[in-house]
């Protein structure tokens, strides 16, 4: 495969970019951000990116500069044909076509695809699934992209190099097979009967293994089931017979007990009758006699405390009467305070009252002095107002002198210029050059002479006489869509130029100025438009100017007046008062805004002072008013202490008189005591005889027994019940067998486990023997890795320092190459330990050699392209690195440089293109 051409449009900061490779070394130079990068990554998505695909991978593609989707268009011979591959980039409305020579009718959409990735080697092109994952493998060995020159391209995985097709290209070139056939046979059933048998996450489903595993879960079941049946039957004879244990104790041994606790409760029920009715008897008797004996200790305990409460009334009377005297004192000296502090407070308050009158004024003063600053600033916005609306209607009259053209009709007018200029160039790509170095006939082209060392340079078809005998008819550009790319060129010129004309300038750019001027204009006006809208938003709204001045005018005289109507303010001594209380001189508006601070400050002390001689009055009037409580409540206690005196002498006048004396009273207390122990001592042992034993005690005791003799038979009922029920359960059991079918099951269990083992064993054998087979394979590796390594030892020869040393890597039938690195001076040296120019340059060798040994399946030829590459290679070693890329030249390789220094491989590019710089 051999890359011929590629056309991009719209491509980063490509608008139109064509690109002839070489079929040798073609070297693409440029700066910085000329688009290099961007040419190899729209080459490769061109090739391995499905036109419908979306993403980012697709979205970096578009480009910021120009408008319209990424169109991308590459030639190239393989399969023994050109081809031409286009793809415009639009989401799933995207599309690609592909067109061979020797093919009837151009491919579309995925039948296309489809042939492109035939004709690439590869399954498939990737959609918007796959991008991220797939995309970067693809043609990995073949092209280094910028940043990736120092990567290892073996520790990225098989799937980055070929590995199938590389094997397969090396073993036809082997002198022997690298493997017989029966080792292929025998591996390849190895592999089957352990895939067969096993997969990644273990056993594989319906193989022997698995049926046999199958089989012994199945028996390993059935010997649990037997084992509880076994279990089963066994626990329900058990439990039969505790089941008949336990009825033969409640019929012989609970039954009987019962019977005999209820007589032994009947006849304690009939003694505790007996034992409980006298002992009602003596109660009736002690209970007259108990009521006596309170009735006369109540009387003792009155006469008692009302002698105590006299004495008491006495002293609080005593003490009530003093602090009577001292109250009616400290009520007298609390009224003369109210009275001076009443009268501080009048001051106090008519003073505040004066300085509010004063602050009030000078208030007014202050808004008379600001009315008269906004009116001045008022008159200054009215000016500016006038200037801004005579600038705008200067720049609106520019304006209008203008043509309105419009961005769009720009736009179209340049589409317009892009059209001519695109056809022009494509119809002076398709011209012919005809030159005549020597002649020993007369030449004539279109009937005109050519004279040896003319040439000419034509865009139509032409004939050409040589001599009488011979005469061409040349078609340039293959004889197709020259006559047709004229009239477009026409077309578009003649439509770029009455456009032009009515619009009346003279070219793109004079037009361009004309917006830029109306624009500009436009926006001057705009600003100033806004000024005067901000003018009328910071004055309540739509209000005029006027008619502020005039409401401000109308506040002036509302002011003036009520500063006629204040009254005098002679009363506070003040220097900026006069004798009449007018002001001695005009102020300005900062000594009016100092001196109603000090109203403020005079009127917040005075408040202050106010406030707090409140509370003191206040606190004095609780005071008095406590202290009136006080008296009126000790004067009502005296009072009510002086009659409860009086009241007491009466009871206990009356006690006397129903009662008797005192020692009366306390000889019959003495003769009831000795009667009621008496009563008592009986009582006593009647309570004692009887215990805990009362008639409701053994009434419980005997209904708690009938719920037990029923609870009994109850139980009894269930129990028999549950003997037959479990009777029935032994009897069905028993008929199943379920010793013998234990033993059964476990027969079975024992010799499908035994399957088991021997099929585990067997695959673990194949397994094993595979193993085996794989290492034995892996010894052959060197087959695989010596043509490599002589390969890369080729490309490397000029770096090497003597004959001796050279490339190591090896094999693994799986895993593919690997362990690349360097053998020096008789020491192996990894990859990951060499310089970074060494990385390159032997990356550089490694996928020279992969596509010389690949090139045999496409056509004796593979694009190598190097972006970039070899940056940390020092000047010494470039010129190895050159030798390398023509050695891989003469081999039939196809080499793509890209650098920002071209100044090497010009010597050895058949071809250079310079990308314009940014």
Known sequence: MRLLHC??????????????????????SGANESGKSSLVEAMHRVLFLKATASGSLVEALRSNLFPGHPLIELSFEAKGAIWSLSKRFSGQSGSVRLDGTGQEVPLNGSAAEELLAKLLGVDEIVGSRQAARVLPSRWAHLWVLQGLAGQNLLDQGPQHYDLNGLMQQLEQRAEVSLQSPFDQKVSTELEALVEATFTSRGVRRNSLLWQCQQQRERAEDALKTAELQRDSFESTSAELDQLEHELDLLTSDRKPALKKRRFELQTQQEQTRQDEAALLLYRQQLEPL??????LQSVLHANHQIHNEFLLC???????????????????????????????????????????????????????????????????????????????QTLQIQLDALPDLGVAN??????CYDQVKGCAIRIETMASEFNLERADQPVLVDGFPLKEGETKRLISSFTVNVGDGVRFHINPGQGTGIEELKRDHESHLLKYTDTLKAWQVKSLEEAEQKINHRNQLSQQLNLINEQLNGYQDGHDGNISLSLQKKQLENRQHELEKEMASEPELSRLDDSLLSNDGSLNQPLDLETIRVELKRCRQNYRTISESIKAIKLQLQQLHREEY????????????????????????????????EHGPEPDIQEKLLKLNQSLTHLGQKVSDLEQQLGTQTLQAIKSALAELDAQEKRLQEHLQVLSGQRGALRERCEGLGSLEPYAALEEARVNFNQAKLEEREQLMLAHAQQRLLKSFQHAQAELSNRYTTPLSQAICSYLQPLLGNENDGCQLNFDPHD??????????????QFRDLSGGMKEQLNGALRLSIADALKGGHDDCLPILFDDAFTNTDPDRIESVLRMMT??????????????DPTPYETIADKTIDLPSP
């Open 816 to 829: 593919g190459f690997r362990e690349l690195g360097l053998r020096r001076d008789g020491q192996n040296v």
């Open 410 to 415: 720009l736009q179209r007018l340049r589409d």
């Open 626 to 657: 406590e202290q009136d409580k006080n008296l009126q409540k000790l004067t009502l206690s005296l009072e009510v202490l002086s009659a409860k005196q009086i009241e007491l002498k009466e009871h206990r006048k009356s006690l006397l008189t």
């Open 7 to 28: 056309h991009l449009e719209n491509v980063r900061r490509h608008r139109l970019l064509d690109i002839d490779f070489s079929p040798g070394l073609t070297l693409i």
């Open 314 to 392: 006495q002293k609080n009377l005593e003490e009530g009467s003093e602090q009577q005297t001292l109250l009616k004192h400290s009520l007298s000296e609390t009224k003369k305070q109210i009275e001076t502090t009443q009268q501080k407070l009048d001051d106090l308050d008519q003073q505040r009252s004066d300085w509010e009158l004063r602050g009030l004024h000078m208030r007014r003063l202050e808004e008379l002095t600001q009315l008269r600053f906004q009116r001045e600033s008022l008159q200054r916005q009215h000016n500016e107002q006038q200037r801004l609306r005579n600038q705008s």
């Open 290 to 295: 108990q009521l006596r004996k309170n009735q």
């Open 887 to 900: 050695q891989a030249v003469k081999r039939g390789l196809q080499v793509i440089v890209l650098s920002c």
